[in-house]
């Protein structure tokens, strides 16, 4: 099966191999990442064939994720690249409710999601750090030689989004407040200073400030919830001290009362009204060692 590789660039690029009068332009190895000939050389040792492929618009992501005649590898440097591709493969082949196919699990709302290869450039993600994916190209040429894969949870959020590694609300000097709705439980209250929050799929997210909030297993079918509330103890000489609640469950919704800080694999954003993530068990896959 042949493999795609797809990297992303930037819309507006400036260097020669991206004019189109260049003598270059057609060249399908100009301008490309050092690691991304390395990995293409790794498996043409393996006899492996590949297909090098740019996407400088997250739409024309869609025919390579819904591709079943090809294996897909991004070249990647940050958490959020590879959510740009796991959010259009959501997009993409998540079926209507109207459509759901009888097969698919009742706990889910997306079928298995095709296997992605991730080869790291310059920075690795954070995701291939926590799951142990492989760091260069003949490590990855090698896991999709051997074909194994790990299928690990998803979260999806009733924005449209997905996450792919974790979410944080919060920390550092941008304490908030809110409600915060763990399955059936209630981890705060509006009123409450909330120092930092995590909804975690994987272990990034599961540490802030030096607090340890959660430690997310990436495959368990359970999101991990931690919020750091500062407490009043004590009868007669009162000190404030920070209180961690933990819960692991199916869903969070979490409803401020002003604007949270957020970052969400890697991009930082703004909440300022109601938002519901939940877990979709082991809908994600990535190949491995």
Request: hydrophobic content about 40%; proline content about 6%.
């Given at each position: 099966?042949?493999?795609?590789?797809?990297?992303?660039?930037?819309?507006?690029?400036?260097?020669?191999?991206?004019?189109?009068?260049?003598?270059?332009?057609?060249?399908?190895?100009?301008?490309?990442?050092?690691?991304?000939?390395?990995?293409?050389?790794?498996?043409?040792?393996r006899?492996?064939?590949?297909?090098?492929?740019?996407?400088?618009?997250?739409?024309?992501?869609?025919?390579?994720?819904?591709?079943?005649?090809?294996?897909?590898?991004?070249?990647?440097?940050?958490?959020?690249?590879?959510?740009?591709?796991?959010?259009?493969?959501?997009?993409?082949?998540?079926?209507?409710?109207?459509?759901?196919?009888?097969?698919?699990?009742?706990?889910?709302?997306?079928?298995?999601?095709?296997?992605?290869?991730?080869l790291?450039?310059?920075?690795?993600?954070?995701?291939?750090?926590?799951?142990?994916?492989?760091?260069?190209?003949?490590?990855?040429?090698?896991?999709?030689?051997?074909?194994?894969?790990?299928?690990?949870?998803?979260?999806?959020?009733?924005?449209?989004?997905?996450?792919?590694?974790?979410?944080?609300?919060?920390?550092?000097?941008?304490?908030?407040?809110?409600?915060?709705?763990?399955?059936?439980?209630?981890?705060?209250?509006?009123?409450?200073?909330?120092?930092?929050?995590?909804?975690?799929?994987?272990?990034?997210?599961?540490?802030?400030?030096?607090?340890?909030?959660?430690?997310?297993?990436?495959?368990?079918?359970?999101?991990?919830?931690?919020v750091?509330?500062?407490?009043?103890?004590?009868?007669?000489?009162?000190?404030?001290?920070?209180?961690?609640?933990?819960?692991?469950?199916?869903?969070?919704?979490?409803?401020?009362?002003?604007?949270?800080?957020?970052?969400?694999?890697?991009?930082?954003?703004?909440?300022?009204?109601?938002?519901?993530?939940?877990?979709?068990?082991?809908?994600?896959?990535?190949?491995?060692?």
């Amino acid at each position: 099966m042949k493999t795609v590789v797809l990297s992303l660039a930037e819309k507006n690029c400036t260097s020669s191999c991206c004019e189109g009068d260049s003598d270059h332009a057609s060249d399908p190895s100009c301008g490309v990442r050092t690691q991304v000939l390395h990995f293409v050389d790794a498996m043409k040792k393996r006899g492996l064939e590949t297909e090098l492929v740019t996407a400088s618009e997250v739409k024309e992501v869609d025919p390579f994720v819904e591709r079943t005649d090809a294996r897909l590898v991004v070249a990647a440097e940050s958490d959020a690249q590879l959510n740009a591709i796991v959010s259009r493969a959501v997009r993409r082949l998540a079926p209507p409710p109207s459509g759901r196919p009888e097969d698919m699990r009742r706990d889910r709302t997306v079928p298995d999601l095709p296997a992605i290869g991730v080869l790291p450039l310059a920075e690795t993600p954070e995701l291939v750090k926590e799951l142990g994916l492989p760091k260069d190209g003949e490590a990855l040429a090698e896991a999709l030689a051997d074909g194994r894969v790990l299928r690990t949870d998803l979260l999806r959020h009733d924005g449209g989004g997905v996450v792919v590694n974790g979410v944080r609300l919060g920390g550092g000097d941008k304490p908030w407040s809110g409600l915060v709705n763990l399955d059936e439980s209630v981890l705060t209250q509006p009123g409450e200073v909330v120092l930092a929050c995590t909804v975690a799929v994987a272990g990034t997210y599961g540490r802030s400030d030096g607090m340890e909030l959660v430690d997310a297993d990436p495959a368990d079918g359970r999101l991990d919830v931690a919020v750091a509330v500062p407490v009043t103890v004590g009868r007669f000489r009162k000190r404030t001290r920070v209180e961690i609640r933990r819960g692991r469950g199916r869903a969070v919704a979490i409803t401020p009362t002003e604007s949270a800080v957020t970052v969400s694999d890697g991009v930082v954003d703004k909440l300022s009204r109601k938002r519901t993530w939940w877990i979709e068990p082991q809908a994600a896959g990535w190949y491995t060692v």
